[in-house]
Structure formats: C-alpha cells, structure tokens
C-alpha cells in the first residue's frame, strides 16, 4: 500500500509502498478514504510531539473494514467506521466511569505510538474503531466525515466541560483553526452568544458563517479590553483557550465575568506558566477548566449530531496523499481555515 512515512523529526514525509497491514488477533484492518489534517499531527510532523520513528500519521479517519482478525465480535467487513484517537484500556476505573482520557493504562494515540491514517489501509485494536451512524456518507464526503471524531467531538466534551448553557457568552481563542471554528459552531448550535477570537481576520468571514455574533482580531486589540467592550465590562461566561499560551490564559482570566469559567484545550505541549489572581479567582469565584480529547460516548453524539444534520463539519483544503507535505506547511503557517484532510486514491 501506498503511505506518507515520517522517518526523523521536521523531516519532509516520504511517499513509499509498505506491506499492507495483516489482522492479528483482535484487530480490524480498515480502507482509509480520507484522514483529516490538524496541529497535533503536525507538532509530530515538526518534531515538537516525539514518536518511535518511521512512523504513519494521522487519526482522523473515514475509512471501510476490508478484515477482521480473531475474537472480534462486533465488527465486520464492509462496516464505516472512524477511528478513537486514545489507544486506552476499557477495563480501569476512569474507563467504566466514562472519562476514558484519564485512562490508568493509557497506551497512547494512533498515529503516535502505533500507524495511523496516512496510508491506504489502518490496522487497529478493534476497539479503536467506532462505527459510523446512518446517514453518514464516507465516501461521498470522506474529509467531512473523517474530521469529526475530534474537530467535532472534542468542542462536544468542552461543551460538558464548560457548562455551556443557552445564552451565555462564550469566547473562543483561536476561533479560526480546526477546533476553534468548530467550537464556535458546536456553542452556537447551544444558544451561546460567540465571540470569535483570532489573529488573522482572513478567518472572520468563516468564524461568522459558523455562528459567531462577534468577531475580535487581537493582532491589533487587547484581548481582555476587546471582550469588555464587548460585554459593557460585564466580561464573559466561559472562555475556550484553543492557544493557551502564558499571554491568553492571562488575559483569559481576567475576561471572565463573576461565575466564569476559562476551559483551557491547547499549547501544542508547552510546559509555559501564567499568572492568575487568587483574589480574582476566589472572589469572582472563577473556575479554571483542563480539557483533554473526549470519550467514545461524546465521538458517537458528535457523529450522531452530524447525521442529524445539526451541525456540519468545515474542511476548506484537501490534498492527496502525496501532497502531504505541502498541506502541512500550510499548517505550520496557520493558513488553513478550520480543517484540512487528505484524501486516499
């Protein structure tokens, strides 16, 4: 099979043919139509995240089970599926109770510790795997469909994690990116009143046809003097730190009206520090909110909401698998808006 193969850090991806992967027991191989394109893949790409090298990327998949190994009981060929981006136990106390990113066993990501996406064909544990609903086309709309497990699923866990609720105010840093422009989507469909947040208005236009009310460039603002002016120094409900770098969380923090909350998703691994206000934190009665992926349960409602037809992915740049390389350079530049994908022969 063809695959786009990293084999050292910040080196460009090699186009080469590797064996097609063989189901052990208790795997599935699967067809991959598409594998969508966001910055956790490309902080491995630059060789910020560090993985066993040569390695495949990419989990954000649409694909079609073409084998099914021994003992796999609930799969069968010619199923959809998509793929759990955490390699996690099942059976550990944080699993049954439904918070599987807190997992005791935690094995790692497909397409960090184990090949991911960016080939023909995916082997995975059967249990990586997550059927799609009815009314989900993966192979008329591959990139869409693919992207959903996380640019949808993981805005759907920070809706839970935040307590977003109808006609709060929500701000969201690093509105224009993958998570963020869905983000702004998935608090609009709840009835939240968006601020949309970024340094590249060439977004604003996306942020706006996604459900944002308001849209705040702090290349050339404040951030926190943006929002107050916004809300007449009421400040907000709940800010999404898609960034989450010392200055945002900073600012972040300080938006925040009596009661909010500052969910915090980002930072592409940095160990930075920020200050907050004890008193701030204490007396506005703050809460400060880490946030990581989400659960099997919250990847189905993200793909059922999408089947439903409530909300619909955004994917403005596909590529071929070939063209992995220049997609990525887009990446690292921020110029891609919402998601990229490629897309398989």
């Known amino acids: 099979m063809k695959a786009a193969v990293l084999t050292g850090p910040d080196r460009p991806f090699e186009l080469v043919n590797v064996p097609d992967p063989v189901a052990g027991a208790g795997e599935v191989v699967a067809r991959v139509f598409a594998c969508g394109a966001g910055l956790t893949i490309q902080h491995i790409r630059a060789g910020r995240t560090k993985v066993a090298y040569p390695r495949i990327i990419g989990h954000e998949i649409a694909a079609e089970i073409v084998e099914v190994g021994k003992d796999v009981a609930d799969l069968d060929v010619s199923d959809p599926v998509t793929a759990y981006y955490y390699l996690t136990c099942g059976t550990c106390a944080w699993c049954l109770r439904d918070r599987e990113t807190l997992c005791d066993n935690f094995a790692g990501n497909v397409g960090k510790e184990i090949d991911g996406g960016y080939a023909q064909y995916i082997k995975l544990p059967a249990r990586s795997f997550i059927k799609l609903p009815d009314g989900l086309d993966h192979r008329g709309s591959p990139a869409e469909v693919g992207v959903i497990a996380d640019a949808i ?25 993958g998570l963020g422009l869905h983000m702004v989507m998935v608090a609009d469909w709840a009835q939240a009143q968006v601020i949309a947040i970024d340094t590249n208005p060439e977004k604003f236009d996306a942020c706006r046809s996604a459900g944002a009310a308001h849209l705040l460039d702090v ?5 926190n003097e943006g929002i107050q002016d916004l809300t007449d120094g009421n400040g907000v409900d709940v ?24 969910a915090i998703l980002g930072g592409g691994g940095r160990k930075d520090k920020f ?6 934190i204490k007396g506005q009665e703050i809460e400060i909110l880490g946030s990581k992926y989400a659960t099997r349960s919250e990847v ?14 955004v994917v403005t740049e596909t590529y071929k698998l070939e063209d992995a390389e220049a997609l990525h350079q887009r990446v690292e530049q921020g110029l891609i808006t919402g ?6 022969d």
């Open 219 to 223: 290349g050339d603002a404040d951030l």
């Open 239 to 262: 800010v999404v730190d898609f960034v989450s770098s010392p200055h945002t969380l900073e600012a972040a923090c300080r938006a925040l009206g009596k009661g909010g909350r500052l």
């Open 153 to 177: 699923a993981t805005p759907i866990k920070l809706l839970k994690k935040a307590r977003i609720q109808p006609g709060e105010t929500v701000a969201v840093i690093g509105a224009g990116g």
């Open 275 to 280: 200050a907050a206000s004890g008193d701030w």
């Open 339 to 344: 998601r990229a994908a490629v897309i398989m």
């Open 300 to 313: 189905r409602e993200a793909l059922e909401l999408v089947a439903r037809g409530d909300v619909w992915p």
